[in-house]
Antibody, heavy 120, light 107 residues
């Protein structure tokens, strides 16, 4: 059974940093691109970042480019996102999601999410 | 960036009714479109990919159709557990992967 479990969320002040983790199990982690998708309170879904299975290639939304860094440790089946220079509009539930294996296009499994609140 | 627009924003229906949700892309996405269901307090769940293929475990009452810029998600007979928010997402041109704003199906 595929499982994705996020952790690391919490309350942080504007300008602060936070690192989220996503522990994966039930599949060959290194064979899949992985993504972070966020959802601001009461709002829709927003793609944040994606990393290839081997960790070599990364993509970022314009809204987080230069502030967030996605990475992975395939030996520990774990996905990360380092979030720096956090702003109030980064407040959201952050979901870890697995990209489909063929076209990396849709997200076939999701974690339950971790809440990040940026506030003074 | 491809903009996805869903309509209506909210749909009020009764159990047993047939429901049709629409999703429009700002340019052609071929059949590279997915639908997700999100219930309150839960993560999104993949329903449809490739515009019309049901994901594993998705009931047959859910069907997707369309190609190019116009897509539809149909629920043939709405069950109580289907009240949720539904999102479409394109993956023809990425990055970015883009979602519609969602359609809420409520009673």
């Amino acid at each position: 059974e595929v499982q994705l479990l996020e952790s690391g969320g919490g309350l942080v002040q504007p300008g602060g940093s936070l690192r989220l983790s996503c522990a994966a199990s039930g599949f060959t982690f290194s064979s899949y691109a992985m993504s972070w998708v966020r959802q601001a309170p009461g709002k829709g879904l927003e793609w944040v970042s994606t990393i290839s299975g081997n960790g070599v290639t990364t993509w970022y939304a314009d809204s987080v480019e230069g502030r967030f860094t996605i990475s992975r440790d395939n030996s520990k089946n774990t996905l990360f996102v380092q979030m720096n220079s956090l702003r109030a509009d980064d407040t959201a539930i952050y979901y870890c999601a697995r990209n489909d294996q063929v076209v990396w296009g849709y997200f076939d499994y999701w974690g339950q999410g971790t809440l990040v609140t940026v506030s003074s | 960036e491809i903009v996805m627009t869903q309509s209506p924003a909210t749909l009020s229906v009764s159990p047993g009714e047939r429901v049709t949700l629409s999703c429009r892309a700002s340019q052609s996405v071929s059949s590279n479109l997915a639908w997700y269901q999100q219930k309150p307090g839960q993560a999104p769940r993949l329903l449809i990919f490739g515009a019309s293929a049901r994901a594993t475990g998705v009931p047959a009452r859910f069907s997707g159709s369309g190609s190019g810029t116009e897509f539809t998600l149909t629920i043939s007979s709405l069950q109580s557990e289907d009240f949720a928010v539904y999102y479409c997402q394109q993956y023809n041109n990425w990055p970015p992967w883009t979602f519609g704003q969602g359609t809420k199906v409520d009673i």
